[in-house]
Every structure is written in C-alpha cells, then in structure tokens.
C-alpha cells in the first residue's frame, strides 16, 4: 500500500453497511480512518429506530445469509459481534388466490414438488420447473456466469418453461432480491442470489434490529482506533490535479483517500462533474436504479399476523382486488428477536415497490400515497382486525429512504442489477480520480441489497490492501 499504512489518511462519507464495514476494515489494516455521516444515527437504509418501547427499521429488512455471507465474514476480520436469528420455514406465498410455505430447501426436489403443488404449477409444466430450479441451483463456472449476467431473466426462464404462477413466484422473488423486474433482471446476479440463499439455508434476521450490524462495525472501527462523526454532512470532495485532497465538511479535512459511501451519481456531484472524463460522467448519468419502496410499520399490542414473513399478491382474476389493494412483503422482525418489542407485542412491516423518485415530487408524493393506502386495504383484508390492536402505525415513502440514505432518490437497492449493471458492467469501486474510491450496493459488489453493499467492502478492502 503507498506511502505505508499508517500514513494514509482515510475518510470515509457514510456509514451505510457498504461505509461502516470498510471503515471497520481498513482500521483493522491500520491505517488513520475517519467516518464522516451527515445523519445523528448510523446506518443509512439500514437503521433502526426507538418509538415508544418498539424498535423498527427505516427498510423492510431480511437478510438472505447471515454470517454465512459477507455480513458474518466482515464481523470474523473486525472482531465485531452480530447475532443473526435464523428463520425455520422460509415464508408464506400467496399468489393467484394460493399459498404456498416455502422452505429454506429450494435446491431439493421434494420441496420444489410441495411448491408447484401447492402454488398450482399446471402439470404439464412441472417437469420444465424442475428443470429450471435445478438449473438454478447447479455450480458455475464465472465464465459461465458472465454470460448469464447480460441474459434478461425473463429470456432464461422461457427457455424451460412458461406457467403463470409460476412466473408470479418468480416476479415475488425478483422483486426481492433486486426490486426490479423480471424482465430487466439479470439471470446472473438472480443466480447468485438464489442459489447462496439455496445452498446456506440461512434467511434470517439480526438480533437487535438491522442497525445492529453497522453499530457492530462502527464499534469494531472505534475499538481500533478510528474516529466517527455523526451530524457532519461532506460538503465538497476536494481534488487537485486528478487526484483526492480531502472534503470539506464544515472546514477542511484532509485524505489520502476518500471513500464514498455516497453513490456513483451523488459522488460525482459532490466531487464536481468537471473532474472526471465525460465518458465516465456520461456512465453514470445514464445508470437506472432500483425500485423505490413504500411500507406501514405497524406497532401493535398483539400478535396478529402468523407468519414471520410473507409475500402476498392480489388474486389477478378478481378485478375488486386488483384495484384495491398491493403486492406486498411482510417481514415481522419481532418474530425473529421479540426484544424489539414489549412483551406480548408485535412488530411487521409491510412493504410494496414505488417507483425511485420521480422528477414532479407531488406526482411522486400522489403515487407513494396511493401504495400506502393500498398497503393498508390489504393487511386490513388479511388481518381484520389488525387496527384494533395498533399502538402506533408510520407510513414512509420514497422521499424518506432518499433523506434517510442522502441520495436525490429513494431506490431500495441502489443502482439496479438489470443485465447492463451488473458482473463486469457494474460501477467499479475505483474511480478515474486517484484516492477516490466508491463503496456499497452501487459499486464493485454482487448480490441480495444489504450483502452486496457488504460485498462492496470486501472487495474495496482486498483491493487496496494488496495494492
Ligand atoms: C425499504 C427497504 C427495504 C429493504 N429490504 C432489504 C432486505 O430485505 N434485504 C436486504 O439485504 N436489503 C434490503 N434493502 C436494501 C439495503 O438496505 C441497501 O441496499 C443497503 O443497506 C445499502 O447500503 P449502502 O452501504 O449502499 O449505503 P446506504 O444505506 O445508502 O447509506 C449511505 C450512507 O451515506 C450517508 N451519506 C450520504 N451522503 C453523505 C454526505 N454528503 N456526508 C456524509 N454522509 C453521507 C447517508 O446518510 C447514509 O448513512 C432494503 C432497503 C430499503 C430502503
């Protein structure tokens, strides 16, 4: 590494998984980080919040491997401490007035049967099903998977089978995994998605709340040393010559190098377009993000809903319903750690896709609006009596994910995994201005939301401790 470790200066924008993990990492390498966060509290989209003896996440949180994935490999490195509740079943399905419980055991035939049947595969399309699940599932080469990462998911798919269920599970699980379409998806980053959840069959939850896991990195960065600034927005980055000098974050901070857990798009802003080639401006002009998200936290002095995550879709066929109410995800986290809430309460979260943001912000508002009452129709249809029991009940919208991340917009993810940005195609983490350097979901990392942010920062961290 230039210059020795303990010389380089690093300052770090952001404390998102993708900020608080490389911070963590890089202090472990020795060298002088300081984290800079515009917000009072850590997290970005992953954090949670105390209301009233309920602690409830800013998303819609559930995390595809836990410590087995890069989540759990970052806490080994750092020494940091993160419980993660692993769930029995895998969640409840409902789509063209069926349900489905889906197990953690996708890769198995038997389970795969359950499924089709119980989701009403037509017969005649169960052999390409398992066909398809089996392709799914089996090991690839990377040379194999790069041309799957510009193959459309829809595309792939067609090539076993075409059953309109169970295309609506498909939808469910793309719109999980990397909320966007089927169509637009790419089959390699569905892949790896879906298989390392396959094959570690540890879909679960982190004790605490989702904040719990950048808390637990932070505290690893500041145990080594590190320096953490809450309520210090990064004005400007600030480059001389093509290359980094600091920010200015209400005076002058100089680095060696900055990493920016900002997002392509607001890192360009921030350290002024003129500054890098148009090429790359015009690259990042042009990236499509992710859906945006609406969702009802619901606080409630019972337990009212049965299954501790569930995805549910209005039947198709009945038009009443299709009007009145949302495709929705529903994850109740106090399933997994009933410390979140008072005894004997409980906490869920429903969640539907909006789209990011939109240039009118009151056409945005409107639709946003229109998603949440939606919500709100659908769990009152599947759980009658659930405003009896509600405490408290908050409705966040895609405005709030863009204040709570400091993006312009409030895509879920971050930039999409569509086939054009993905694998080699995505944003990498190093940028054409020497010392700075990108982190979390938009750059350099493959896979579900939260791990690919993760991911971000092991591959930051790998790259510059062997440069
Ligand atoms: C509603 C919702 C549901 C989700 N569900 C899931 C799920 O179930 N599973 C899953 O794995 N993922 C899920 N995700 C996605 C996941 O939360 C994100 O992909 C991931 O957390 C993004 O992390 P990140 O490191 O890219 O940074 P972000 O979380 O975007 O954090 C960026 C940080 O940078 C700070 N910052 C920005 N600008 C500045 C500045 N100028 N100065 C200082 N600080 C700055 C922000 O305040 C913020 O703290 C969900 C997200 C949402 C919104």
């Known amino acids: 590494m230039a210059g020795g470790k303990k010389d380089n200066k690093v ?10 993990s490389v911070s963590a ?70 789509t063209g007035g069926r349900t489905a419980q889906l197990s953690q055991n996708m890769d198995e035939e038997e389970s795969l049967q359950k499924l089709f049947e119980e989701i009403g595969v037509l017969p005649e399309n169960r052999e390409g099903a398992h066909a398809l699940f089996k392709d799914l599932s089996r090991e690839r080469t990377p040379e194999e998977l790069e041309v799957l990462d510009e193959v459309s998911f829809s595309d792939y798919i067609a090539r076993f089978v075409d059953d309109e269920q169970l295309n609506r599970v498909l939808d469910g699980f793309t719109g999980m995994y990397m909320c966007i379409s089927r169509r637009a998806a790419s089959t390699g980053e569905f892949i790896l998605c ?50 980094v000098r600091g920010v200015e974050a209400g005076g002058f901070i100089p680095a060696d190098m900055v990493i920016s857990n900002n997002g392509v798009k607001e890192t360009i802003a921030l350290a002024g377009r003129h500054n890098f080639p148009d090429d790359y401006v015009a690259m990042a002009d042009n990236l499509r993000l992710s859906f945006g998200a609406v969702s009802v936290k619901y606080a409630l002095d019972a337990e009212v809903v049965s299954s501790p995550l569930s995805c549910y879709f209005p039947d198709f066929r009945d038009e009443k319903l299709v009007e009145r109410q949302a495709a929705i995800f529903v994850p109740v986290p106090s399933a997994a750690d009933p410390s979140l809430v008072p005894p004997g309460c409980q906490l ?44 408290w009940k908050i409705r966040t919208d895609t405005r709030y994910i ?7 917009t409030g895509e879920v993810i971050g930039i999409a995994q569509n086939r054009h940005q993905v694998g080699r195609n995505r944003p990498s983490s190093t940028t054409p201005v020497q010392g700075l350097y990108l982190v979390g979901a938009d750059a350099g990392g493959r896979g ?15 790259m510059l401790r062997n440069a």
């Not at 009233?52 to 750092?78: Q, S």
């Not at 145990?223 to 210090?232: F, H, K, N, P, Q």
């Not at 240039?359 to 939606?374: S, W």
């Open 194 to 243: 879906f298989s390392g959840q396959a094959k570690e069959k540890n879909l679960c939850y982190p004790i605490g709340g989702m904040r719990a896991v950048p808390v637990a990195y932070l505290d690893a960065l500041e145990s080594m040393g590190g320096e953490l600034r809450y309520s210090t927005p990064v004005e400007h980055i600030v480059i001389e010559g093509g290359k």
């Open 348 to 391: 869920v979260l429903a969640g539907s896709l909006a789209p990011p943001g939109l240039e009118e912000p009151e056409q945005a508002k409107a639709i946003c609006n229109e998603m949440l009452d939606r919500i709100e129709n659908t769990m009152q249809d599947l759980y009658p009596n659930i405003e009896e029991h509600v405490v």
């Open 25 to 94: 990492l890089l202090a472990k390498e020795g060298m002088d980080v300081t984290v800079l966060e515009r917000n009072s509290f850590p997290g970005g989209k992953a954090a949670s919040f105390d209301r009233e003896g309920f602690i409830y996440d800013t998303g819609v949180h559930w995390l595809a491997r836990g410590e087995k994935g890069p989540m759990g490999e970052i806490a080994d490195i750092v020494g940091a401490e993160i419980k993660f509740q692993s769930m029995d079943t895998a969640m409840e399905y409902t």
């Open 11 to 20: 300052v770090v924008i952001g404390t998102g998984i993708g900020g608080a």
């Open 448 to 462: 579900v939301g939260t791990e690919m942010a993760a991911d971000s920062a092991l591959n930051l961290w790998r």
């Open 402 to 408: 863009a204040e709570i991340s400091g993006r312009w």
